[in-house]
């Protein structure tokens, strides 16, 4: 890191200025590192993780749920049959209900028909007593001869037997409709029985499918509770997405050239923001002397890309003694930037750059104790300070990086 060219105008109290910066700049802002962005990354994917096992949770209860769903409709399927049979039951009762109405009636007419017939046969009997054709005793004693009698005979049984005849028939006939009636009664007392046999089935599957509802309730309100907490994880997922995205534009923009503007229209020539050494006298870390620094020595991986500040010619590209392998360029207006210890050289003398083109790679060649960027700005012969081009930015120093 030392390098020795001593600075004949130089214009910085250039520790000073660095501690000034530092102290004011370091807390507020830091750079972006690619292990800050790693941790954010793992515990996102932690929250993924905890989102995906929530998930399974979720799914688990829900096909529990939909299996149950399954179960209580084919039993709201056999409550709609067993429903539809008690009404076409109902439906027969009913009809067999009128049918013994209707025999009912049939026997109280029979009955009525009956009860006609035995009086008439009975006021028949009266009026032949009264006419003397069934008086026994006036029948003999009338009867002129035993065939008057006989006759006489004859004929009140003829008639009595025919009302006779006539009685039987109704009292048959009310008999037919009472075995009718009894037949019907009977039937119908089956029925009833059936009905109340679909009644209980009835009940029954009505106390699964309301008690299935209850599981089904309680599954969904466990679902539910689980899927507040997936919006919690996924709200807190979000944050960390963003805040991963901040990170990463962050740390994207710090690492491509023109991730820090500097004034003159610089751009900070590299993807690191950690100082190790500042411009100044210092005592040198190999030599152990106090030694002026004629620039900032930056942090840099070894390999990573090193970015012309500004655009212009270069006027080295080669080995330069402790500077190690060295790129200059000269910007034409008056302002040349160096960069040192390089690895590898991207760039050749007199060749034109562009702002952000790669001149070299980081290394650690010259005189340097590891890897690191020797930055300086110069104006005409003197040493400037380029962080003092550079008090926008914000940096860590960090002799160790
Ligand atoms: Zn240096």
Redesign the pocket.
């Known amino acids: 890191?030392?390098?020795l060219k001593r600075g004949k105008n130089f214009i910085f109290p250039v520790l000073l200025a660095a501690v000034i910066l530092f102290s004011s700049v370091s807390d507020a802002f830091a750079a972006v590192t690619q292990a800050q962005i790693d941790e954010v990354k793992r515990k996102r994917d932690q929250v993924s993780e905890e989102k995906m096992a929530q998930q399974q949770v979720i799914d688990e209860l829900s096909a529990q749920r939909d299996d149950i769903i399954d179960q209580k409709m084919a039993l709201e399927q056999k409550v709609a049959i067993t429903r539809e049979q008690i009404n076409l039951n109902n439906q027969e009762i009913d009809l067999y209900e009128d049918m013994i109405a209707e025999k009912a009636e049939e026997v109280d007419e029979a009955r009525a028909r009956e009860e006609e017939q035995l009086r008439r046969y009975r006021m028949r009997i009266r009026a032949m007593e009264e006419n003397g054709q069934l008086d026994l005793f006036v029948l003999l004693s009338e009867s002129e001869s035993i065939s008057d009698l006989l006759s006489a005979l004859d004929d009140a049984g003829d008639i009595m037997q025919s009302d006779r005849a006539l009685e039987d028939q109704y009292i048959a006939a009310r008999r037919a409709h009472e075995e009718k009636q009894a037949e019907y009664e009977e039937y119908k007392a089956g029925l009833v029985a059936i009905q109340e046999m679909l009644s209980d089935e009835r009940d029954q599957l009505e106390i699964e499918i309301s008690s299935s509802q209850q599981v089904i309730d309680q599954l969904q309100a466990q679902i539910s509770e689980n899927e507040d907490l997936i919006a919690e994880i996924n709200a807190r997922w979000s944050e960390l997405d963003s805040e991963l995205t901040e990170l990463q534009d962050q740390y994207d923009a710090e690492h491509t050239p023109g991730g820090l503007w500097g004034a003159e229209g610089f751009i900070w020539p590299c993807g690191t923001y950690y100082i190790t050494?500042f411009a100044g006298t210092r005592i040198h870390p190999v030599t152990g002397q106090s030694k002026y620094?004629s620039?900032i020595?930056i942090g840099v991986p070894q390999g990573d890309p090193i970015w012309a500040a500004a655009a212009g010619t270069v006027t080295m590209a080669g080995w330069n003694g402790n500077y190690g392998n060295c790129v200059m360029v000269t910007h034409g207006n008056g302002y040349t930037t160096v960069y040192?210890h390089l690895s590898g050289i991207a760039v050749s003398s007199g060749q034109y750059v562009n702002m952000g083109q790669t001149v070299g790679y980081c290394g650690s060649t010259g005189l340097t104790t590891g890897p690191h960027l020797?930055f300086e700005i110069r104006e005409g012969g003197a040493f400037l300070n380029p962080l003092a081009f550079f008090s926008g930015g914000s940096f860590d120093y960090a002799p160790d990086a």
């Open positions: 890191m030392r390098c050494s620094h620039g020595d040192g020797h």
